[in-house]
């Protein structure tokens, strides 16, 4: 028979291991950092950061998926000068539309230390996802050195042009059976570049052999991408979009598709 203090010695022990595994898988917080590095806008009025990130309101802003991020328990912050002491305190990490020199005179380019650290974090288990913008609105020398590491490269083009209110020529429909479609029929999508895919990167939405998203399970990580700001403020609801658009929807299986791709810590 063991003695009282091995008993509780015994127990203390099991106790302490109960404790950090619950802490661990109910108290973890998934981090969600926005980069504002790559993308770096003043608004020319309030001097103030904007386009594309999470404290913008407006309608150029992601403030409401921010909104759904945290609607999922997950922590948004914003990000300004990455290295790979910032990645390793988050777990999902978006670039969107870096800048070129007619959106900032001084574009904070992504230089081969950053692709290195980024490669790194993302094989490590990091989730990586990336929304440029078509060819005349996003910086791709600097930005395609990054994702040809994934298999990715973005073309300098302009795809699904829209005229005024015509919203059904940035359509796209007859959906792909895959997680980020489901209860989707149609996405509203103007002014998107194309795709190039190699190695393990795989299509996830091609439109007459045009690749629109990709991804990669590339190590222990995953890399979303495609050629276009796409759910920013504008365009994630129905303020201008027709309701038969379920651009919604698909912002939330986006969502919820990085997030069964981070890795506990």
């Known amino acids: ?65 921010g909104e759904i991020f945290t609607g999922r328990e997950a922590k948004i912050i914003t990000v300004g000068k990455p290295d ?64 040809v590491q994934f298999g990715m490269t973005f073309n300098h083009v302009t795809l699904h042009p829209v005229t005024g209110n015509n919203f059904e020529m940035g359509a796209s429909f007859n959906l792909p059976d895959h997680p980020l479609f489901k209860g989707v029929k149609k996405i509203y999508i103007k002014d998107v570049s194309d795709i190039n895919i190699s190695g393990t990167a795989k299509a996830i939405l091609t439109e007459k052999g045009k690749v629109l998203m990709a991804e990669n399970k590339f190590g222990k990580g995953y890399v979303f991408a495609i050629g276009d700001p796409w759910i920013y403020n504008e365009y994630i609801d129905h303020d201008r979009l027709p309701e038969s658009f379920d651009n919604r929807k698909a912002a939330e299986n986006l969502t919820d598709l990085l997030l069964s791709y981070v890795k506990q810590k």
């Open 1 to 65: 028979m063991l003695k009282p203090k091995v008993v509780k010695r015994h127990f203390l022990f099991i106790l302490f291991i109960l404790l950090a595994f619950i802490g661990q898988n109910l108290f973890s917080q998934p981090v969600v950092g926005l980069d504002n590095w790559y993308n770096h806008e003043t608004n020319t009025k309030t001097g103030k950061p904007f386009h594309y990130l999470w404290t913008d309101t407006e309608l150029s802003g992601y403030s409401r998926w």
């Open 84 to 147: 790979a002491t910032v990645l390793s305190k988050i777990n999902i990490y978006i670039i969107v539309d870096p800048d070129t020199t007619s959106e900032n005179p001084s574009p904070n380019y992504i230089e081969s230390e950053d692709i290195a650290f980024i490669k790194r974090w993302v094989e490590s288990g990091g989730v990586l996802a990336v929304l440029a913008n078509d060819g005349p609105n996003c910086e791709f020398t600097h930005l395609n050195k990054l994702m």
